[in-house]
């Protein structure tokens, strides 16, 4: 079984995203579940290291390990091994680029895929969630908000071959993200906070911790933009279907 959750955002810290989080739990099919937290992305505070052990750790019963890469201390066959000896994948948010960086020095971006070949949840947020994905609208500077001038694109590790916008209900993200689907060759996945879209091998299904939250399919076709909410909540549907133009 290959499982994959994106989630658009949310703060684990205020359990906004909790519905999410123990559906991503319950994909493990274990009672007490080994989950890995990758929180390269923020640069590793042991404050958001807390708050996912209290969630996913106390609160949702799992046992919790966590992947430091940034101090150095953690070798490329290591850091397989962490992940690959786990049942769910947690990727924290933050910055995408620098993140990205980062795992190829490890390899992790090979690792991960292999996960995914096993069987082990992939899951993660904002960084954690375009991570999954060919490409993604990031802010250029982590957490800056406001302007047209503050996305870039950057690049994923391909699991998922469309482009992913997380955080769509914020600032101007869509704005900017209908134009950078303009020159990419496929799909766009846009997601809310508090919303996520769940791959399971060949279909997909949407979960949302806040009901007013959605996911998007958006694209362009024939010079026209088009963008559908996708709201299967209650049934997975095709995968390849949502992956057509």
């Keep these: 079984m290959k499982i994959l959750y994106a989630i658009g955002g949310g703060e684990i810290s205020e359990l906004e995203t909790f519905k999410i989080d123990e559906a991503i739990v319950a994909s493990a099919e274990k009672r007490h579940p080994k989950a ?13 290291v807390d708050s996912f052990v209290k969630l996913y750790g106390d609160r ?30 947690y990727v924290g948010g933050g910055n ?28 993660g947020l904002s960084a954690g969630s ?45 704005i900017d993200f209908a134009e950078k689907i303009k020159s990419f060759d496929g799909i766009g996945i846009a997601i809310d906070n508090n919303c996520a879209i769940e791959i399971k091998n060949n279909t997909y299904k949407i979960h949302k911790s806040d009901s007013k939250a959605n996911a998007y399919k958006i694209y362009y076709k024939n010079k026209e933009l088009f963008k559908e909410v996708l709201d299967n909540e209650d049934e997975y549907l095709s995968l390849e279907e949502l992956m057509k133009l």
């Design 36 to 48: 890995l937290f990758i929180p390269t992305a923020s640069g590793e505070p042991e404050g958001y």
């Design 60 to 89: 949702l019963g799992c046992e919790i390990d966590v992947l430091r890469l940034l101090d150095g201390n953690t070798s490329s066959l290591e850091a397989e091994e962490k992940i690959m000896s786990s049942d769910i994948v």
């Design 96 to 123: 995408t680029r620098m993140m990205m960086a980062v795992w190829k020095e490890y390899g992790l971006d090979k690792s991960l895929k292999k996960a995914h070949e096993k069987g082990i949840v992939l899951s």
């Design 130 to 174: 375009i991570c999954w994905f060919s490409k993604g609208q990031s802010d250029i500077e982590e957490f800056k908000r406001g302007s047209l001038d503050n996305y870039t694109c950057v690049d994923g590790i391909g699991i998922l071959d469309a482009m992913h916008c997380p955080h769509y209900n914020e600032d101007t993200r869509d």
